[in-house]
Structure formats: C-alpha cells, structure tokens
C-alpha cells in the first residue's frame, strides 16, 4: 500500500545535500517520490511500504551521514 511518511533530516548544510538525499530515496525500489526541504529539515517521501518500510527510509538517509527521525 503506498503511504506519505514525514522525516526530520539533521546537518543538512548546503543545497547540494538536499539532491543527494533526494537522489538516494528516489533511487529506492518502491519510493515513488521523496522531496526535501533545505530550510524545514524535512523530507517527505510517498513510498510501498510493502517493498521499503518508512524506518529504511530513515537508515538510509543516516547511512548517507545526517540524523534522520521518522515524523508522526
Ligand atoms: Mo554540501 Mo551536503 O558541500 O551532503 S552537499 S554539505
């Protein structure tokens, strides 16, 4: 079932990591969109929670380096 999940995203310092995590969740079998916002420290991603779980969303965008919490 696809699903809307909210992350905070932490040390983001420049523009450029905003294209890099969104490059790393759009390229995520079952994430179908993933925008990120520099300035709110957000990402919101529409993903098929039966093929990517929204806490593999947040491993991934700690694996890339910054601090990520999943939002109610
Ligand atoms: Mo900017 Mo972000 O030089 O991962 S790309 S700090």
Redesign the pocket.
Known sequence: ANTTTHLRVSG???S??VG?IESLLNNMEGVSSARVNLLAGRATVEHDVSLVPSQSLADAISSA?FKSLILD
Do not use: E, K
């Open positions: 983001m310092t420049c450029s990591c890099v380096g």
